[in-house]
């Protein structure tokens, strides 16, 4: 299986030139060449790459086209079985591949898989994007294996199974070429974050599975191009995560609903209706939590969720009820696993501490 693994890069010359050593190192011995795709960067990367990487293929990209974009130009013109997208601020042990690529030729059912995520900053900690892998709750807020809202977990061993799960983090993520290619990539909408929990959750419907590779694992820094602070990721978020909840509900609420007995025709129509609400019911709360920010006065805040629910009905598709009965036709069989009935914000609170060990003996199928 040839894999390329592919960095996209803007203005992080400093991380490339840190991480870029020992990724290299890890390669050696495996089919895996390493690629790094530049969206237009202007601090001198590709300059750098020119003098200290002459061997690492670049791809120069005319602009900034984001996450989704960048990826999806980029890896038009890269030839391999595998790609594994890695973050610019990720640093990979020396064993970290041998899993990944093993899972993927061993595994026909896995369509993306993923090491455990550790923090950079604290290595006996999970790091926030991705953690032990990653489910959604019934509004589609995300949450991880080990990182729940306000909470981070030590990694202790506690997730060193194999597990199919939501979805995993793009910092470090696996995926066949070929369904990449055939679900058309990454949704180029989404610009930058919660393209990954969209990805995954199409794979999903399409019959494949995402599984956690935990006998791999990588340091990752994490706030390297945005902080967790920024309004314009805090727009990105409840943007994106909209525009994901009505790329898959009323695919996935129809694929439940035949599998109760319902017809598909039936199955699309009351999905349909039933997806709309849960949107609805999600921007309500995103209201609510516009006016907590105006209350405190942070009106940066404020304006992102406005902002993001504008740009949300702009760019939004909503799917017909006969493209959900078509879909629920051709795929019989499709299971999304990884959503979790209620609110993980609630659940947090009510169980507190306890909540790591609730969530470990869940199963959300």
């Avoid at 996209?8 to 030139?17: C, G, I, M, Q, S």
């Avoid at 006065?297 to 404020?302: C, E, I, K, M, Q």
């Amino acid at each position: 299986m040839h894999t390329a693994i592919v960095i996209l890069n803007w203005n992080t010359v400093d991380y490339l030139r840190q991480f870029l050593p020992p990724l290299v190192e890890s390669t050696e011995g495996e089919d895996a060449e390493i690629i790094v795709i530049d969206n237009a960067s202007t601090d001198g990367s590709m300059e750098m790459m020119g003098r200290e990487f002459p061997d690492i293929r670049t791809i120069r990209l005319d602009r900034n086209y984001g996450f989704t974009g960048g990826y999806d130009r980029g890896l038009e013109s890269v030839d391999a079985d595998c790609f594994i997208l890695l973050n610019t601020d990720v640093e990979v042990p020396s064993d970290w591949l041998g899993p990944i690529l093993r899972t993927m030729e061993n595994c026909p059912e896995v369509g993306a898989c993923a090491p455990k995520i550790i923090s950079w900053h604290d290595r006996d900690s999970f790091e926030y994007a991705g953690a032990a892998g990653g489910y959604i709750d019934s509004l589609g807020f995300p949450f991880c294996r080990g990182r729940v809202p306000g909470r981070i977990e030590k990694d202790e061993g506690q997730y060193d199974d194999a597990a199919d799960v939501m979805w995993a983090s793009g910092a470090c993520l696996a995926v066949r070429s070929g369904l990449f290619r055939k679900l058309g990539g990454l949704d180029d909408r989404f610009f930058a974050h919660m393209e990954e929990i969209d990805f995954c959750w199409r794979l999903q419907l399409e019959g494949y599975a995402v599984r956690i590779v935990p006998q791999s694992r990588v340091w990752h820094i994490g706030g390297g191009t945005l902080p967790q602070t920024s309004p314009r990721k805090l727009r990105f978020n409840f943007r994106n995560n909209l525009l994901m909840l009505q790329n898959n509900l009323a695919r996935t609420f129809a694929i439940e609903l035949c599998r109760a007995g319902r017809s598909p025709a039936e199955a699309a129509r009351k999905a349909c209706r039933k997806a709309r609400r849960r949107i609805f019911l999600r921007m309500m709360v995103d209201g609510a939590a516009a006016a907590a920010y105006l209350l405190k006065a942070d009106l940066g805040s404020f304006k992102a969720v406005v902002q993001a629910h504008s740009e949300f009905r702009k760019l939004g598709k909503w799917p017909s009820m006969d493209d959900v009965e078509a879909f629920v036709r051709s795929h019989p069989g499709s299971e999304v696993k990884g959503i979790m009935p209620g609110s993980i914000v609630l659940k947090t609170l009510v169980y507190g501490k306890r909540i790591f060990t609730t969530l470990r003996y869940a199963n959300y199928h």
